[in-house]
């Protein structure tokens, strides 16, 4: 029986439940080698990066390929994996429980969803609203998950700051610590096969770690979009999970919106200016680049707002938004080889 299965589940709180999560993994430890491992330059890969396992144990020297990561931090990653896990299944918990909430409520307005879904917005906020008793088990329900996923997501927090990645991670501004462990909690794991050991640097290169993501461009198509008349073997060629990719859309929220909504001044050069950070500049300058192929419809590609600052499309900033998450997970990918191995 699993660990976690042992709890008793009114006896338990959140930090019991982290400890016995914390535990747990240790036993997963044991998948992993003592010895460091180094990837053989004739070693395959599968097609979504994951060293197949074909390995030789060699010195680490100069040109040397990458080690893998440092079986030192297997523990922590497993940590940092397992409870990003349980954080999930209190997202998809709440989301089925306002699901419910709302699907009650559109009884009331003969199924009209959108009626039901604004008065769940409105009574979910006023205690006062005539139909607040209705939905009020599924908000007591939420403020328990709420609790819980707050607790996961300290957890992952903790343990996110022992990795000697986060010193690097922590310096990028709108990258925050609950960022890189969702990156770590979707980029890890254990092969079905092999059970051989994998996290963020140990993909083949960083195009497997966009893939993973959900942000490879294949054959000429962005990933998660094969076209129409797309069978169901193109679809599993994609390698596409809209939780992962949703991870790093949101990640590519907190980077562009800590920047304040980022927007350069109208016509200034962006590389000249010190103020600005490396993220910054390649949102910038890859939006000026995307609107020059999608213009607005008076046909400029970039215009002037009314505070002074670029204006583009939505298509053109939402492409550049997308390049910027991938440059982030390329200086992640080039930043843990260096660091983690």
Known sequence: ??????????????????????????????????????????SSHTDDGHPSGVTHQTPAVVGSPYPGTNPAHHETIDAIVEVYRLRQDMIR???????????????????????????YAEASKDPGHEYRGQIQPYLASLDILDDQQSAYEKELVRDVKRLPIYA???AIKGFG????????????????????????????????????????????????????GASADDWIAEGYSKTKRSVMWNIGNSLILSMGKFRPVFG????ANADYTELQRV???RARYEAERLPHKCGSA???????KDSYTLHAANRAKRYTEKRLLRMLYAEWRRVMA
């Not at 200034?268 to 590389?271: K, L, N, P, R, Y």
Request: positive net charge.
């Open 302 to 308: 970039v215009k002037q707002s009314a505070t002074g």
């Open 93 to 119: 918990a709440r989301t089925k429980l306002i699901l419910q909430a709302q699907a009650s409520l559109r009884r009331v307005f003969a199924g009209d969803k959108d009626m039901a879904a604004k008065t």
């Open 1 to 42: 029986m699993n660990a976690l299965a042992r709890i008793d589940a009114e006896a338990a709180t959140p930090s019991e439940i982290c400890a016995v999560v914390e535990t747990t993994t240790r036993k997963r430890k044991a998948k992993a080698d003592a010895k460091p491992i180094f990837l053989s330059p004739s």
């Open 268 to 271: 200034e050069d962006v590389d």
């Open 177 to 228: 610590d609950l960022s890189l462990a969702c990156i770590i909690g979707e980029a890890s794991g254990y092969r079905n096969d092999t059970g051989e050991f994998y996290s963020v640097g140990d993909f083949k290169s960083v195009s497997a770690l966009w893939k993973r993501m959900g942000l490879a461009v294949l054959n000429g198509h962005r990933q998660g979009n094969p076209g129409k």
């Open 283 to 285: 949102f910038a300058n």
């Open 168 to 170: 690097w991670a922590k």
